[in-house]
Structures are given as structure tokens and as C-alpha cells.
T-cell receptor, first 115, second 111 residues
């Protein structure tokens, strides 16, 4: 989607190395999310942000940290990558759901392989 | 947390057939959305439908919030409808806001 960009699109990294994935939006939306998608599990929330420097954990946050120093960027960091973190990572943005907002918009995803 | 169940898990259709995809959820919600993930992995927001019925071309959706379910109807299916359909729900109670996704329904439309 033109309003949300994820980088990189693909990455292969070695076990134990740090990895940072970037999500950039041009919509000025308040909420940003990081999900991982794995076969048999669907989409699971890792972390989310409800404003600059305001973040909280999702259901699978262990091994991940996030930062949001400005509205447009939300970074996901794997401090020490493990093979169990091999997955497809999606970023999403939203206005204020439940108040007639436009709903969620997803980025194109980042395919991360940890070898 | 809210539990979301989608059925059937897999569906195979011949092109031109109609289908109904179901989403059940365990608690009250004030946001429900349907997404389509195409074979290239892109997630597309189909409907924002916390209640009532909406239609968009060959697709329509109905949510009966009081009975905690939503239905996605696909009429005259096309091969481009193939992919995974996700239902996601949410209860917005304050400043925090999170969607809970079902595991998806994999649809294959054959020519």
C-alpha cells in the first residue's frame, strides 16, 4: 500500500545476530502494529504503539522490542535472532477503529529467515 | 482475550460458484473486519463491519453482533478470489486498540 512501507522486504540472518525491521507510514495514523504470520497460527500481534513513545506488548512479544520516536516510523528489533523467529512480519496502521475509522492497512510484509 | 473461530478452514470451489465463510467470536466487540490475503501475500481490507450488512461488488458481509458471528458471502467466484480470508475483531475500550485475528479460511477457486 502506498501509505505504508516495510523494509527490508526479505532478509536472511544468522542465529544470534540483531535484526531491525522498519515500518514507515505517510498517513499520520496514531496506531501502528507489528504482527508475525506463521502457518497454522494466522496473524499474531507482537507489539503495538498508540502514539510516539507509547508502546505495549502483544501476545507474542518475547524476544522482540520496539521503538517509536516519531509518528511515521515504528521499528521492530530482534535483539538476538533465533530460528523460531523465522516468519513473515507485517506492519499495520490505523486511525481510531470503533469510531468510524478507515480500519487497518497492512504493509507488504518482510520475510525473515534465521539460519 | 477474545476468541475467534473461522469455518470452514479450507474451501475449494469451481469458478462461478457461491460460498459463505463464517466467523464466530466469543465476546462483545465494536469492530469487526474481513481481510483477504492474496497468493502473493498482500493483505487487503475488505470490510469494516461491526454490525449490519455491506456489499462491495460480488462480495457482501453481514455481522450479527448480538449473536457473535459474521458471514462473508462470495458470489460468482473467480480464480482471483483465491487466497486466505481472515476475520478480525476488537473491543475498543480506551486509548489502547488491538485486533484479534482468526486463523483464516483458505479458499481455492478452480477454473
Amino acid at each position: 500500500d502506498a501509505g505504508i512501507t516495510q523494509s527490508p522486504r526479505h532478509k536472511v540472518t544468522e542465529t544470534g545476530t540483531p535484526v531491525t525491521l522498519r515500518c514507515h507510514q505517510t498517513e499520520n495514523h496514531r496506531y501502528m502494529y507489528w504482527y508475525r504470520q506463521d502457518p497454522g497460527h494466522g496473524l499474531r500481534l507482537i507489539h503495538y504503539s498508540y502514539g510516539v513513545k507509547d508502546t505495549d506488548k502483544g501476545e507474542v512479544s518475547d524476544g522482540y522490542s520496539v521503538s517509536r520516536s516519531k509518528t511515521e516510523d515504528f521499528l521492530l528489533t530482534l535483539e538476538s535472532a533465533t530460528s523460531s523467529q523465522t516468519s513473515v512480519y507485517f506492519c499495520a496502521i490505523s486511525a481510531l477503529p470503533g469510531q468510524g475509522g478507515p480500519g487497518y492497512t497492512f504493509g507488504s510484509g518482510t520475510r525473515l529467515t534465521v539460519v | 482475550g477474545i476468541q475467534v473461530e473461522q469455518s470452514p478452514p479450507d474451501l475449494i470451489l469451481q469458478e462461478g460458484a457461491n460460498s459463505t465463510l463464517r466467523c464466530n467470536f466469543s465476546d462483545s466487540v465494536n469492530n469487526l473486519q474481513w481481510f483477504h490475503q492474496n497468493p502473493w501475500g498482500q493483505l487487503i481490507n475488505l470490510f469494516y463491519i461491526p454490525s449490519g450488512t455491506k456489499q462491495n461488488g460480488r462480495l457482501s458481509a453481514t455481522t450479527v453482533a448480538t449473536e457473535r458471528y459474521s458471514l462473508l458471502y462470495i458470489s460468482s467466484s473467480q480464480t482471483t478470489d483465491s487466497g486466505v480470508y481472515f476475520c478480525a475483531v476488537q473491543l475498543v475500550t480506551g486509548a489502547n486498540s488491538k485486533l484479534t485475528f482468526g486463523k483464516g479460511i483458505t479458499l481455492s477457486v478452480r477454473p
